[in-house]
């Protein structure tokens, strides 16, 4: 499985972005998440999807971020809404046979892309 993450950009506070993922192999059945780096933070989970369509998100961007997954393209995708400055950070998508109770932890998920930056300014 191989993941190419793009649609990093700069963008104001409040302002919008949408990143992609797309992934190559055979991952319909996989689960497919978004983490995100801050500069001298730890990787932190941000909002994941199971092939199911079954939806879950950090605190921290609920109501404001969304994913989705079109698994005819193979492709996933995060909205990105109300941006604020802490969003900034290198994004990057994950896939992996991840269950529901697991799907928040980085472990789930051996496969990664390159990571995109978001960088949101004030």
């Known amino acids: 499985v191989q993941l190419q993450a793009s649609g990093g950009g700069l963008v104001q506070v409040g302002g919008s972005l949408r990143l992609s993922c797309a992934a190559s192999g055979t991952t319909s059945s996989y689960s497919i998440a978004w983490f995100r780096q801050a500069p001298g933070k730890e990787r932190e989970f941000v909002a994941a999807?199971?092939?199911?369509?079954?939806?879950s998100y950090a605190d921290s961007v609920k109501g404001r971020l969304t994913i989705s997954r079109d698994n005819v393209e193979n492709m996933v995708y995060l909205r990105m809404n109300s941006l604020k400055s802490e969003d900034t950070a290198v994004y990057y998508c994950a896939a992996g046979r991840a269950i529901t109770s697991s799907l928040g932890r980085l472990e789930s998920y051996p496969n990664w892309g390159q990571g995109t930056q978001v960088t949101v300014s004030s």
């Open positions: 999807i199971r092939w199911t369509g079954y939806t």
